[in-house]
């Protein structure tokens, strides 16, 4: 016989798990990949769209006609937002809650919104018809026999 026995070891509060697969990650290796394979994929671009993105300019051997388009011509969600650039804006200050010592209300459930129907007599009773008079027979489950 084998005695395995397990080592019971109390979490510590606050605790959480956290699985370590390949080790401890060293972020400056991390971070030099990152940017080489950003160039990559930088110079990758460069030479399918013959176009300089670092500064924003077409490469002079370019087989396309590069032209800048104005902001009205380009859909909303393309455009950078704009912020003012006002030195006076100042976050709202925090209100304080009014009702702080109520309690929650419970979350309404989504059927809280649906309108009440009920079924007229004559839904029921169609529906009773179109049950019975289905071609698909009702499933038996077959009696045990006894040998």
Same mark, same amino acid.
């Given at each position: 016989?084998?005695?395995? *026995?397990? =080592? #019971?070891? =109390? !979490? %510590?509060?606050?605790? %959480? =798990?956290?699985?370590?697969l390949f080790g401890p990650v060293d972020h400056g290796e991390l971070s030099g990949e990152l940017h080489a394979r950003?160039?990559?994929? *930088?110079? #990758?671009?460069?030479?399918?769209?013959? &176009?300089d993105f670092e500064r924003g300019v077409p490469l002079p051997s370019s087989r396309?006609?590069?032209? #800048?388009?104005?902001e009205?011509?380009?859909?909303? &969600?393309? %455009?950078?937002?704009?912020?003012?650039a006002?030195?006076?804006c100042t976050p709202p200050a925090p209100t304080a809650r009014s009702g702080a010592n109520k309690r929650a209300q419970p979350a309404a459930a989504i059927t809280?919104? &649906? !309108?009440?129907? $009920? $079924?007229?007599?004559?839904v029921a009773v169609l529906c009773d018809k179109l049950r019975s008079a289905s071609p698909i027979p009702t499933e038996h489950t077959p009696r045990k026999m006894i040998r």
């Open positions: 016989m084998c005695n395995v *026995q397990r =080592a #019971e070891v =109390a !979490p %510590r509060p606050g605790s %959480r =798990a956290c699985r370590n950003l160039r990559e994929m *930088q110079e #990758e671009g460069s030479r399918r769209w013959d &176009f396309y006609v590069w032209e #800048e388009s104005g009205e011509t380009v859909p909303h &969600f393309y %455009r950078t937002p704009r912020t003012p006002t030195p006076d809280d919104f &649906f !309108p009440v129907r $009920k $079924k007229t007599k004559v």
